[in-house]
Nanobody, 123 residues
């Protein structure tokens, strides 16, 4: 059974940084495309960043470009989201997701999901 487990969320002041991690187990991690999504209070789940199976390609939503960096370590079965310059609008539950290797921004194209980790940015 495939499992994804996020960690690294928390409370941070605006302008601060957090580094989220997501460990995948149960399958060969290196074959998966990975992504981070987020869902704020009363909002739909939205795409944040994606990375292809070998890390050669990444993609970001416009609102996080230049502030967030997605990366992966296939030897550790882990994908990361380094978040710098956090803003109040970044407050959300952050989810990692995995698919068969496609670089995608649509939730329905991801087969496996973690439970999420809360990120709260305060003023």
């Amino acid at each position: 059974q495939v499992q994804l487990q996020e960690s690294g969320g928390g409370l941070v002041q605006a302008g601060g940084s957090l580094n989220l991690s997501c460990v995948i187990s149960g399958r060969t991690f290196a074959s998966h495309g990975m992504a981070w999504f987020r869902q704020g209070p009363g909002q739909e789940r939205e795409f944040v960043a994606a990375i292809n199976w070998n890390g050669a390609s990444t993609y970001y939503t416009d609102s996080v470009k230049g502030r967030f960096t997605i990366s992966r370590d296939n030897a550790k079965n882990t994908v990361y989201l380094q978040m710098n310059g956090l803003k109040l609008d970044d407050t959300a539950v952050y989810y990692c997701a995995a698919n068969g290797g496609v670089l995608a921004t649509t939730p329905r194209l991801y087969d496996f999901w973690g439970q999420g980790t809360q990120v709260t940015v305060s003023s």
